[in-house]
């Protein structure tokens, strides 16, 4: 049974201090189903208007995402995202954003979608992510994921999707802006109080940091030289760990299992490592496993992180 994926369908246009690109194919349900597509079988659900074409399909497609759930929304336009970054490319800073199709969106979700075990809602209006998990009860580990726009204008509904959720992924200034605690550590804790079991803090070039229970882990980012367009990568990050747990699960095992979720850790930021190297989905869709691989090899080295490569 194919992992359930909600959240954008994009265009973006983006502009880091290392080029600039104009409406390129992003989105967070994007980038997380090219990434969770080497760990499992991915279903992605969300709208597109008529300037969504056969190119922007088939790069989900020939990293064998299911596209059946995409909706065509006849005289709509597709979400648009218009972004920059200064020299710390840690901050996304927004310059434009317009719903377009995602504004009225309804999503019919197939059987097989509602029926799915693993569920990532990705950044889109909190509304939306709790049609989706009403609807999708089947689901033993779902994961969210959001950003300060809606914390700042949805907050209500954003905190009511986070209760139904066992694991909340989100920036570590998001989590602090969220439950208005300054200190990480209690920002995490207070996040756990709304219901999710697990919490991962995202840190950027820096990592991420994990809470489950009462335990806690860290991991580095992978230490990069040439960082191009980080757009995508706390998708791309969602991607890897849950893809990950997704195929643990498969095998059997729980995807609350601390060590389970260590090693989701190590996936996600290798993951996401790739996409910063490239604008876009540019670098993710021409990823080999081979190359996850070896990258987590040198990823283990360097941390002195004991994850198993061979299971990739
Ligand atoms: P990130 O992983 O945080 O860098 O997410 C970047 C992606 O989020 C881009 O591809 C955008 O299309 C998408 N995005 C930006 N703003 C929003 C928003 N308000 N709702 C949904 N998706 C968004």
Known sequence: MALTAVGSIAFDSVRTPFG????????????FSLAASFFTDV?????VGDDFGPDELSVLESRGVITDDIERVEGGRTFFWRGHYEYDMNVAHTDDTQL??????????????????????????PELQRNVRDRCREAEFAGLDSMNLWIDTARDSLVSAIADVDCLLLNDAEIRELTGEANLARAARAAMRMGPKVVVAKRGEYGAALFSGDEFFAIPGFMLEDVRDPTGAGDTFAGGFLGYLDSRRGAGESPFDHEALRQ????????????????????????TREEIGHRLSEFRRFTHFDAEPSRT
Request: proline share 3%; net charge neutral; aromatic share 8%.
């Open 20 to 31: 600039e690109r104009e409406r390129m194919l992003g989105g967070s349900a994007v980038h």
């Open 43 to 47: 279903r992605v659900v969300g709208p």
């Open 264 to 287: 989701a850790m190590a996936y996600g930021s290798v993951l996401a490592s790739f996409n910063v190297e490239d604008f876009g989905t540019d670098r993710v869709r021409s990823l």
């Open 100 to 125: 377009n199709v995602f504004a009225e969106f309804d999503p019919k979700l197939s059987g097989a979608a509602r029926q799915a075990q693993m569920l990532f809602l990705g950044n889109i209006q």
